[in-house]
């Protein structure tokens, strides 16, 4: 399994942009990058996916450096709404259960 | 589509007494997981099925855990007899393939006992 390390905490102004880095040096081959987030009295839900570069979606950008032993998750111009827990996850197809777990995030506090 | 649909939302209970939780994964998604939340533990993956199979079940924590996929529209996540320490919210997942990750969660069920 390939261990990720994430920042506890972030604060940020609303309209602001918000880059979480996310460690992973050990990251396999196969693996991909897939971050997710997390209200309270919720499930994760996911919001992005990468294996190298860049990608984007409506919804944030993963930017991947050609090392792939980090990645950012940025999201432009956050909201109160996008106060939450912030996962990082690495790992791919293996059957094992140790691939598909969760860290212990970051929490994104918001405020006007 | 519904999405991924728990039940109960809450569960309050005694020491000792049996609990099950249920879950239906969304139709045509072939994995279906079971995770636990504490404050603790964050998130930890206790088993996950394939195509109604379970596949790995390591992260059950005691025999006094276990999980069933009759169907490919219902599982469901046994705790007998139940402890203080089960405290947690449980949460249902399913996925088209592991690969993609792109899990989509239920809302999940407190459980509280007492």
């Known amino acids: 399994l390939a261990k990720t390390t994430q920042p506890i905490s972030m604060d940020s102004y609303e309209g602001q942009e918000v880059n979480i880095t996310c460690s992973h040096n050990?990251?396999?081959?196969?693996?991909?990058i897939t971050w997710y987030q997390q209200f309270p009295s919720q499930g994760p839900r996911f919001i992005i996916q990468g294996y190298k570069t860049k990608v984007t979606n409506e919804v944030a950008s993963l930017f991947i450096p050609a090392d792939r032993k980090s990645s950012t998750l940025s999201l432009p111009r956050v909201s109160l709404s996008d106060t939450a827990v912030y996962y990082c996850?690495?790992?791919?197809?293996?059957?094992?259960?140790?691939?598909?777990?969760f860290g212990t995030g970051t929490r994104l506090q918001v405020t006007l | 589509d519904a999405g991924v649909i728990q039940s109960p939302r809450h569960e309050v209970t005694e020491m000792g007494q049996e609990v099950t939780l249920r879950c239906k994964p969304i139709s045509g998604h072939d994995y279906l997981f079971w995770y636990r939340q504490t404050m603790m533990r964050g998130l930890e993956l206790l088993i996950y099925f394939n195509n109604n199979v379970p596949i790995d079940d390591s992260g059950m924590p005691e025999d006094r855990f276990s999980a069933k996929m009759p169907n490919a529209s219902f599982s469901t996540l046994k705790i007998q007899p139940s402890e203080p320490r089960d405290s947690a919210v449980y949460f249902c997942a399913s996925s088209l393939d592991t690969l993609n990750y792109g899990y989509t969660f239920g809302s999940g069920t407190r459980l509280t006992v007492v």
């Open positions: 996850l690495v790992g791919g197809h293996t059957g094992t259960a140790s691939k598909l777990t």
């Open positions: 050990n990251i396999a081959t196969n693996d991909y």
